[in-house]
T-cell receptor, first 110, second 115 residues
Framework: QKEVEQNSGPLSVPEGAIASLNCTYS??????FFWYRQYSGKSPELIMS????GDKEDGRFTAQLNKASQYVSLLIRDSQPSDSATYLC??????????FGAGTRLFVKA | ETGVTQTPRHLVMGMTNKKSLKCEQH?????MYWYKQSAKKPLELMFV???????ENNSVPSRFSPECPNSSHLFLHLHTLQPEDSALYLC??????????????FGPGTRLTVT
């Protein structure tokens, strides 16, 4: 069973801190990875894509990929209460199948 | 209309009813997906269509029947559902299944309750 594993949380951080969200995957054939944000009662929204080892930065978000360790992470700098949501990690092997993790709930305290 | 739209947003149906969920994407994408999302479980891929051809059927019970008449529209026909089918049903679309198939754009979902 190919899986993407995430700690369900909740992860609680104070406003202005760095939130670190982690994800591991079992399928070594996974080539690209994605982070989606899902607010309560809403649908997932794509926030970051990463296709190669290393870091990718976009505003306050940094995605990190380490294929050797089968590990993906998302860092959120200067966390805001509006960042409180569930973050879904997803791995894609090509073709049509994207495997999603169950998500990590993040709570940013004002 | 922009993005991906879904109707209805909420649906309550009995186990003997027949209903359909509709999805429309306004992004010019060439692949469309149905997912089921249950509480505290990962998104479950149900069906994938690429250029109106079904390319993935993830062992979904036959009481769920998809239809894709064109690259912008996707339906999920429901009949004789079970209470455990109650969930959020999400439609998504993507542009390129090889390089960008994981970059999916989701509709708002249909909250389905089976009584």
């Amino acid at each position: 069973q190919k899986e993407v594993e995430q700690n369900s949380g909740p992860l609680s951080v104070p406003e202005g801190a760095i939130a670190s969200l982690n994800c591991t995957y079992s399928d070594r054939g996974s080539q690209s990875f994605f982070w989606y944000r899902q607010y309560s009662g809403k649908s997932p929204e794509l926030i970051m894509s990463i296709y190669s080892n290393g870091d990718k930065e976009d505003g306050r978000f940094t995605a990190q990929l380490n294929k050797a360790s089968q590990y993906v992470s998302l860092l959120i700098r200067d966390s805001q209460p509006s960042d409180s949501a569930t973050y879904l990690c997803a791995g894609h092997t090509g073709g049509f199948k994207t495997i999603f993790g169950a998500g990590t709930r993040l709570f940013v305290k004002a | 209309e922009t993005g991906v739209t879904q109707t209805p947003r909420h649906l309550v149906m009995g186990m003997t009813n027949k209903k359909s969920l509709k999805c429309e994407q306004h992004l010019g994408h060439n692949a469309m997906y149905w997912y089921k999302q249950s509480a505290k479980k990962p998104l479950e891929l149900m069906f994938v269509y690429s250029l109106e051809e079904r390319v993935e059927n993830n062992s979904v019970p036959s009481r769920f029947s998809p239809e894709c008449p064109n690259s912008s529209h996707l339906f999920l026909h429901l009949h004789t559902l079970q209470p455990e089918d109650s969930a959020l049903y999400l439609c998504a679309s993507s542009q390129d299944r090889l390089a960008g198939g994981g970059e999916q754009y989701f509709g708002p979902g249909t909250r389905l309750t089976v009584t």
